[in-house]
Structures are given as structure tokens and as C-alpha cells.
């Protein structure tokens, strides 16, 4: 059974920082392109960052460039989401997806979300 459990979400203020998590298991960790995604209210769910199977590269929408990071651990199967300098508008429901590819089809999982606030 493929799980993807996100942690580390929560109420932060303004310019704050979190660090989220993402635990994978049920699949070869190594082998799947990682992303995360958010949603806010009454939105769509919007591309946030991306990670290469071997994280040699990585891809960020431009509302995350230069305050987010995301980064892997291949060895506990764990994608991170660095997110520095918070705004308001970064409010959201945070989902990380896996893209599996174990042979030639890619298969997409994702996580059951975790919520972050930022507020005063």
C-alpha cells in the first residue's frame, strides 16, 4: 500500500518559516519524481515546487522562488518543503505528490494535505 504523509504544517506568522515533510512508503522512493502542491480556499490546487527522482534538479513556481526549498533524503524516503519569509497569501492546504515510474508508466500518488496559516 503506496503512502504519502505530510507533517510539519501549522500557524505561522508573517515572515515566518516552516518545514514540511513528506513520508513515502509502498513504493522505490528513488524512482519517483516528488512535488509539492497547495490550495487555498476557493482555489485550484497550483504547482508549488518539484524534485527529481535523484534530486539533481528542482523546479519552483515563481510565487516560491527564492523563498522556498525543497530537497529529498533518499535514505528515510522523506521530501522536505523549506518555506522561509511566509506571506498571508501563501495560506493553504499543502499536498506532496509522487510521481512513480517504476519501468516506463508513471503512476501518481498523493498525501492526505497539511494545513498552513499564515496570520498575525
Known amino acids: 500500500q503506496v503512502q504519502l504523509v505530510e507533517s510539519g504544517g501549522g500557524l505561522v506568522q508573517p515572515g515566518g518559516s516552516l518545514r514540511l515533510s513528506c513520508a513515502v512508503s509502498g513504493i522505490t522512493f528513488s524512482r519517483a519524481a516528488m512535488s509539492w502542491y497547495r490550495q487555498a480556499p476557493g482555489k485550484s490546487r497550483e504547482f508549488v515546487a518539484g524534485?527529481?527522482?535523484?534530486?539533481?534538479?528542482?523546479n519552483y513556481a515563481d510565487s516560491a522562488k527564492g523563498r522556498f526549498t525543497v530537497s529529498r533524503d533518499n535514505v528515510k524516503n522523506t521530501v522536505y518543503l523549506q518555506m522561509n519569509n511566509l506571506k498571508p497569501e501563501d495560506t493553504a492546504v499543502y499536498y506532496c505528490k509522487a510521481v512513480y515510474t517504476p519501468w516506463v508508466k508513471g503512476y501518481d500518488y498523493w498525501g492526505q494535505g497539511t494545513q498552513v496559516t499564515v496570520s498575525s
Open positions: 524534485i527529481t527522482s535523484a534530486g539533481g534538479s528542482t
